[in-house]
């Protein structure tokens, strides 16, 4: 089974500083999707990014970016010029290539961001 | 809707009562899943429908919940006889699981119900 782990339950930044959430996972498989949710006091889980294992290069999304290192097993999110709006619980996701049975998502604990302004 | 719905919102109930929780996936999608997420456990998967059918219902936690899904569209899930252990909030996520679009597995999530046993 696959299991997906969040060290930092908490972090903040000052606004319009970089922050890094980090995002480590265990898996035997070799093709797999990974993804950052966002959760504001809202609830509405908001797909952040994704990336797909196979490819070697790291997804981007304006100012969301993620470190993915395969062989380490690392997914982390880094959020440049972090702003008011990007305070939330942050989520790491994995999810199996497979469709055939697999499809659910395995998710970290979280980690809470604050924005400082 | 352009979006996930679910409802109700919130939904306060007595110990023992029965209660549903709706979800209205995206239209086209052919997935649907529902999750749990509570203090204790964190975001837990329940149970998840290719089309009306169920191929993995691992996560029910116990013979007290059941969902079906109708029309390859709407889902109920049902919790008889509540417990306050089974308070929580569920959510709802679809996706369309075939295709050739890139984001087919990405799973775009409900606002959830909030659920409170006393």
């Known amino acids: 089974a696959q299991t997906v782990t969040q060290s930092q339950p908490e972090m903040s930044v000052q606004e319009a500083e970089t922050v890094t959430l980090s995002c480590t996972y265990d898996?035997?498989?070799?093709?797999?999707?990974l993804f950052w949710y966002k959760q504001p006091p809202s609830r509405q889980m908001i797909l952040v990014i994704r990336?797909?294992?196979?490819?070697?290069q790291n997804a981007t999304e304006n100012r969301f970016s993620v470190n993915f290192q395969k062989a380490a097993k690392s997914f982390s999110l880094k959020i440049s010029d972090s702003q008011l709006g990007d305070a939330a619980m942050y989520f790491c996701a994995y999810r199996s290539i497979s469709n055939f049975g697999n499809e659910k998502l395995t998710f970290g604990t979280g980690t809470r961001l604050t924005i400082i302004p | 809707g352009a979006g996930v719905s679910q409802s109700p919102s919130n939904k306060v109930t007595e110990k023992g009562k029965d209660v549903e929780l709706r979800c209205d996936p995206i239209s086209g999608h052919t997935a649907l899943y529902w999750y749990r997420q509570s203090l204790g456990q964190g975001l837990e998967f329940l149970i998840y429908?290719?089309?009306?059918?169920?191929?993995?219902k691992s996560g029910l936690p116990s013979d007290r919940f059941s969902a079906e899904r109708t029309g390859g569209s709407v889902s109920t899930l049902t919790i008889q006889r509540t417990q306050q252990e089974d308070s929580a909030v569920y959510l709802c996520a679809s996706s369309l699981n075939f295709g050739l679009r890139v984001d087919r597995e990405t799973q775009y999530f409900g606002p959830g119900t909030r659920l409170l046993v006393l």
């Open positions: 990336q797909e294992a196979y490819k070697q």
């Open positions: 898996t035997s498989e070799s093709d797999y999707y």
């Open positions: 429908f290719q089309g009306n059918s169920a191929p993995d």
